[in-house]
């Protein structure tokens, strides 16, 4: 299966939805700011995962585009506050929403986006409790996104996050809403518990292998492509799979302390971020990062094996290999 | 009946479930900056009418208590959110909370507080489908409360705002929480829907009078107990009641001018805030300011009709006629 045109199919089918929920009212500054991020694109995984888990438990992909705007709009609406945490001026290329619109305004458009998804999810054409395992997988996910989140910064610049840390953080930031919006497609789809439960499981999974390889991206990527300066993680002194492990395994104080000279160091020049680069390759830490990457690439694609086989059960494990195979 | 003693009981008794949701979670400065708002106390208005609207209906109070809980999470993450937004350094005394642990982390504390209070929803012990019907009240209602809160932003230092602007924008900002709260309560108390409707009425007009009254002591109160400058609201160009009509009904030019002269000038002296709360004294926008909010309080109290005389439905009442008899 070529992912990538399935997911832009996927996509295409999904984009009058995405645009159909927030209607013109006013005000118009705040309607704009809440349509920005949504109405720009991107891949669409997650809102693609909610509606194929449904399918590919047997439920009709319909009834599950509502749940999978509301997944998009509260993706959007982290990346939005995101964007102002860390004051971002450029994501993709597109100015960030505080610097458009405004602190103030991309503050309550950030708010508003959560407040439509469950509005969405208030009207979701299944049994009331279906709706309700529904909402519950969300807002847990929405709390723990929360925690993973500020465990992120907590752990920037810190000499001691270790691989138990890093782990459990991106489990939180990353897997939580992948998780609930499967496991939402899945309840939908009228799967029985063992199977949503399974579903969560394999996106959880996933989760951790696409944000392990975005990760890795940010230190070996194109900057073309992923449209982030590639030195900009080892100077922001993000802990990454491979931070951890150079940290607990080069053994040569020497070459550590060269790391860590330049880990953090926010006025890094390009010659020591390559410097630190090489250490984190020559350290076998960007081989550990990528087999890390495959070993909970292949776990989440085992959780499948509870589905029959299907055109969707094809496309979730695709998703899978291409949460660590993509360029971008 | 004495009001701010049956406010303290109340008070009293959702003190313990307000302090329950919120686990010993890592990590702990998100924790405690998501505990810090509910925490402080306050009037806890909105969730005393949610419990006091779900025993006037007829309801058990108990199982009203888990959305009086969501209801004021919701009210302290807007309050979060505001402050950061408006840059305000305390809140009745208490530092608020992006001075005490920084803007991603109050960002944050806001996002997680409103993620519990849908957590919380989840699992009302009611119905799903009357847990749908509450769901759908709350969401909308925090959709309007940030149209009202960027309207509000909008408003400032505007020389246009009309009186219609004004009422919009403060139903929106903050009479639907009290209403979604209100008519949340008597959907768990399994009221029908005629009553579910006058009793979301009822708040939203005790909202308005709300607000309105909030401006008043914003001008005239007094800061030892409101704990605000008093000039402030001017200074800020905050378009209220009395600005709207001091602007539609002044005939003299050069009064009007002396009014708009200092209104949105941020370093206004004590002198020229105290000529322009004169002003809006004698123009009648004070004394109009007033009737408009006995108006709505009389409009809030009419809608209690369609209720059986109970002590529950005098506390609403009299809950109508505090709102602008306060003195914080």
Known sequence: MDVKTKLKEMSAELDAPIKSYIEDEAPRNLIEACRQYPYAGG????????????RAVGGDGEKAIPLAVAIEYIHNFTLVHDDLMDGDEKRRGMTTSHVLYGL??????????????????SDLDIPSDAMRKVLKKVSVAVWDL?????????????????????????????????????????????ADDATVESIHEYAMNLGVAFQMFDDILGIYGDPEKTGKSAGNDIRKGKSTVMV???RENIKDKDTLDRFMSVFGKLDATDEEI???????KESGSYDYAIEMAEKYTMDSIKCLD???DSEDKAFMKALAEYSMSRDV
Chains 1, 2 share one sequence.
Do not use: W
Not at 172 to 187: D, E, N, P, Q, Y
């Open 43 to 54: 891949k669409r995984m997650r809102p693609s995962m909610v509606v194929a888990a449904c």
């Open 104 to 121: 103030p305004t991309a503050i309550l458009a950030g708010d508003a986006l959560f407040a439509k998804a469950y509005d969405i999810i």
């Open 146 to 190: 929360a925690r993973g989140q500020q465990m992120d910064i907590n752990n920037e610049n810190s000499g001691t996050v270790s691989m138990d840390d890093y782990i459990e953080t991106i489990r939180l930031k990353t897997s939580v809403l992948f998780a609930a919006g499967a496991a939402g497609g899945a309840l939908i789809g009228g």
């Open 244 to 246: 951890c492990h150079a």
């Open 274 to 280: 390559e410097i630190a680069r090489n250490i984190l």
């Open 306 to 308: 509870c589905l029959a």
